[in-house]
C-alpha cells in the first residue's frame, strides 16, 4: 500500500535532523542577520533502483526462468540505491511465488520506487518549511500530490523540479539577507550579496546563501565591535566584554554578542 501524504510529511519532519542539510533561520528584526545556522550541503536524490527495462536485460520477464528471476531481484536488493520501499517489495517477491517475481520485475519494483521518491520529497518539503523555500515547499507539495496518479512524478521533481525551485528560492533568500545588511548597515555583507547578484548564476547565488556570507558577516560583527570602543559612555563592563571578545571571540561568538550578549551586560 502506498503511504499517504499526510504520513510521509510527518515521517520526514521527524526524521529531518538526519538530512544532508541544514536549515537557515531568517530573522524577523534588523538587529539580527538572515543567515543560516550550519553549513548547506546540496541533496542530492539516490539513482533509481529499477532497472530500466523490466529484467535487465534484453528477454522478456516471461521467458526467463526462476533461476534468472531470482538473480534479477536479488540485483536490485544488492543496489545501493534501492530505498525501503524497493527492499521490502524485493523481498516479498523472493519469498513468493515466480508469478510475483515476475510482477515485481514489470510492475512492482517502479510502483515500490515511487514511495521512495515521494518520501524523499516529503523530506525536501520539510527542510524547505524550515528555510523558509516557499518554491520548493510548494513544488514538492504538487509532486506529491501528482504521484498518486502518475509513479513518475515524485522523480521528476527530484531530478529536474527541485533544482530549479531552490534557485529561486536561494535568489528570494540572498535578496532578504541584503534587505536586513542594508537595515543594519552590514557593507560587506551588502557588498558580497552584490557580487553574487552581479555574477547572476544559480551557483554564485547559491554559494553565497549557505557559504560565501560568513566571512563577510564575521567582518561586519567585527566592525560593529569596534565601534562600539568609540562610545564616550561605554561602560567598564561593557569595555571588558569587548577586549576579552576581540582577543578570543570566534565568529559565533561575535554573532552572539552582537544580537544577544552585549544587551545582557549590565551597564
Request: charged content about 20%.
Amino acid at each position: 500500500m502506498r503511504p499517504t501524504r499526510a504520513a510521509l510529511l510527518l515521517a520526514a519532519t521527524a526524521l529531518t535532523p538526519a538530512l544532508l542539510f541544514t536549515a537557515p533561520a531568517f530573522a524577523d528584526d534588523a538587529s539580527a542577520s538572515s543567515v543560516p545556522v550550519a553549513p548547506y550541503t546540496p541533496f542530492t536524490p539516490p539513482a533509481v533502483a529499477c532497472p530500466a527495462e523490466p529484467s535487465g536485460t534484453e528477454t522478456p520477464v516471461d521467458e526467463l526462468t526462476e533461476d534468472e528471476l531470482q538473480a534479477e531481484v536479488q540485483g536490485i536488493l544488492a543496489d545501493p540505491n534501492a530505498g525501503p520501499y524497493v527492499l521490502r517489495a524485493a523481498n516479498a517477491a523472493l519469498a513468493g511465488t515466480v508469478d510475483g517475481l515476475r510482477t515485481f520485475l514489470e510492475t512492482g519494483c517502479t510502483t515500490a520506487q515511487s514511495g521512495d521518491d515521494v518520501f524523499w520529497v516529503a523530506r525536501v518539503i520539510a527542510v524547505a518549511q524550515q528555510n523558509g523555500d516557499h518554491t520548493v515547499w510548494k513544488a514538492g507539495s504538487d509532486a506529491i500530490t501528482a504521484s498518486e496518479t502518475d509513479v513518475n512524478a515524485a522523480r521528476v521533481f527530484l531530478e529536474t523540479g527541485y533544482p530549479v525551485a531552490q534557485v529561486t528560492d536561494d535568489y528570494l533568500a540572498v535578496a532578504r539577507i541584503s534587505a536586513v545588511a542594508q537595515q543594519n548597515g552590514d557593507a560587506y555583507l551588502l557588498q558580497a550579496a552584490s557580487d553574487a547578484f552581479e555574477v547572476n548564476t544559480p551557483e554564485a547565488v547559491s554559494y553565497f546563501r549557505w557559504t560565501g556570507y560568513k566571512d563577510a558577516q564575521y567582518k561586519d560583527d567585527q566592525l560593529y565591535v569596534v565601534r562600539m570602543l568609540n562610545d564616550p559612555d561605554l561602560s567598564d563592563a561593557m569595555n571588558d566584554a569587548i577586549q576579552d571578545l576581540l582577543s578570543n571571540g570566534t565568529a559565533e561568538d561575535f554573532r552572539y554578542f552582537r544580537t544577544v550578549g552585549q544587551y545582557e551586560i549590565d551597564g
